[in-house]
């Protein structure tokens, strides 16, 4: 009899050991599940934060773009006017529009240059609407000048380069 509980005690000990080894694997496996499901979460949240820094900036440039044309119908009809209101003046409130988004061009500027531009010629034409006549003249002639200046300086850059 002595015999038969040894037996008895050594299938329960190996029992309990397989019962051990099993739910160490299921420990294991539950781990690894939960593992890969935080992988895939963290590729899926990497991919929705590229998506949506995309869309952000995406309406960050139609914003910017936006507000230029907005700026744009607006202040030529005040720059108009600050200059005579007559076909002469649709020169030189011209210039004050386009030159700004030139310069921006001409340095590459991008969309932060762009978005410059737009507070160039809102400031422009407000300084515009207090000015004389002969005194936005002159402020057309010295963005001219600015201009120009900036265009010749960018080629002696790539010239000596």
Same mark, same amino acid.
Do not use: D, K, P
């Given at each position: 009899m002595g015999a038969l509980v040894g037996l008895a005690f050594d299938s329960l000990?190996?029992? &309990?050991v397989f019962a051990a080894q099993a739910l #160490?694997? #299921?420990a294991l496996a539950v781990l690894a599940a939960v593992l890969a499901l935080i992988g895939a979460l963290s590729v899926l949240l990497a991919q929705a934060i590229r998506m949506v820094a995309e869309a952000a900036s995406a309406i960050v440039r139609l914003a910017i773009a936006g &507000? #230029? +044309?907005a700026v744009v119908v607006w202040a030529w009809p005040v720059a108009w006017s600050a200059f005579g209101a007559d076909v002469a003046a649709m020169i030189p409130a011209s210039m004050v529009v386009v030159l700004p988004m030139a310069w921006a061009m001409l340095r590459r500027g991008g969309w932060p240059g762009l978005l410059g531009a737009v507070l160039v010629i809102s400031g422009l034409t407000? &300084? #515009?609407s207090a000015?004389?006549?002969v005194a936005a003249q002159l402020l057309v002639v010295a963005l001219l000048i600015a201009t120009f200046y900036q265009s010749m300086q960018r080629r +002696?850059?790539?010239s000596t380069d």
């Open positions: 000990a190996r029992a &309990a #160490l694997a #299921l &507000a #230029l +044309v407000f &300084a #515009l000015m004389t006549q +002696v850059r790539c």
